[in-house]
């Protein structure tokens, strides 16, 4: 077998790390990205119907308690 790194060798080792570490980094920031967006939107001021049938639409919802 012709390979760059030997089984035994620390190379092999260092690569395995170098890519669990670099998964690591993706999750992390895949995460902080996520939780960055959750707290930029801003849910609570979404256009709804404030009136149940407004407009006419029975297959709309609206929302429980509006905040806006």
């Known amino acids: 077998m012709n390979s760059a ?6 190379g092999r080792r260092f690569l395995i790390a ?3 570490g670099a ?7 895949a ?12 849910a609570e001021c979404v ?5 149940a049938g407004e407009g006419g639409a029975t297959d ?3 929302a429980a308690r509006s905040s806006c």
């Open 23 to 29: 998964a690591l980094l993706f999750f992390i920031g």
């Open 31 to 42: 995460n902080v990205h996520l939780l960055y967006v959750a707290f930029d939107a801003r």
């Open 5 to 10: 790194f030997p089984p035994t060798s620390g």
């Open 18 to 20: 170098l890519g669990v």
């Open 47 to 51: 256009e709804h119907i404030k009136v």
């Open 60 to 62: 709309r919802f609206r």
